[in-house]
Structure formats: C-alpha cells, structure tokens
C-alpha cells in the first residue's frame, strides 16, 4: 500500500512560482501513475497533470499547460509540480495521488492548500 504526503504549500502573489512536493512510500512505484489534482472550495476536485512512475509520460490539464510542470525523482521517491504564472484561480488544496497503470487514481494524500493573492 503506497502512502502519500504532499508538502509545500502556500499564500503567493498572482504571477508567482511554488513548487509542490509529494513523498511517496510503503510500496513499490514502478507499475503507478502518479497525479497531482485539486480542489477550489465549493468545486469539484479536478485533474491538473500526471505522470507514469517508470517512464516519461505526462499530461495535464488545460488549463494549467504551459505553466505547471509534473516531475519526479525516482531515487528519493518524490512527485513534484512546479508551477508558475500562478493565478488566483490555481487557488485550491493540492492533492497527491497514485494509481496502478492505466486505472484510477485510488490512493489519496492528505492535500497541501495553494492560496495565490490578487
């Protein structure tokens, strides 16, 4: 069973930068895909980008292409999103989550909250 634990959350200015981390453990990574979502209050939560573990596929949401970059280091076993240009929009708590393969995500951090200021 794979645990999840994302860190790096925080209040920043519209246009600003933050790097979200997420340590992984408990399991072996190489058959899961690794995603970030996120959920604004009063919204749905919602897909922002993945990644498979064990080669070197991504994929993301619209709207965040081009501004947020999914990545991992599987020494330390770490999923990153580094995200710039933030928006007020990206407001939302952060959620890590994990998945064999080609399924759903069916492991879930605690989340991280992203607040960006106007």
């Keep these: 069973q794979v645990q999840l ?7 920043v200015q519209a246009g600003g930068s933050l790097r ?17 979502y996120r959920q ?10 993945g990644i ?3 080669g070197p596929s991504t994929s993301y949401a619209d709207s965040v292409k ?19 240009s933030l928006k007020p929009e990206d407001t939302a708590v ?9 399924e759903k995500a069916s492991t879930w951090g605690p989340g991280t909250q992203v607040t960006v200021s106007s």
């Design 5 to 11: 634990v994302e860190s790096g959350g925080g209040l």
């Design 52 to 54: 498979t573990w064990s």
């Design 94 to 102: 952060y959620y890590c989550a994990a998945g064999p393969r080609g």
């Design 40 to 49: 604004a209050p009063g919204k749905e939560r919602e897909f922002v980008a």
């Design 66 to 84: 081009g501004r947020f970059v999914i990545s991992k280091d599987t020494r330390i076993n770490t999923l990153f999103l580094q995200m710039y």
């Design 20 to 36: 979200l981390s997420c340590a992984a453990s408990g399991s072996t990574l190489s058959y899961y895909s690794m995603y970030w």
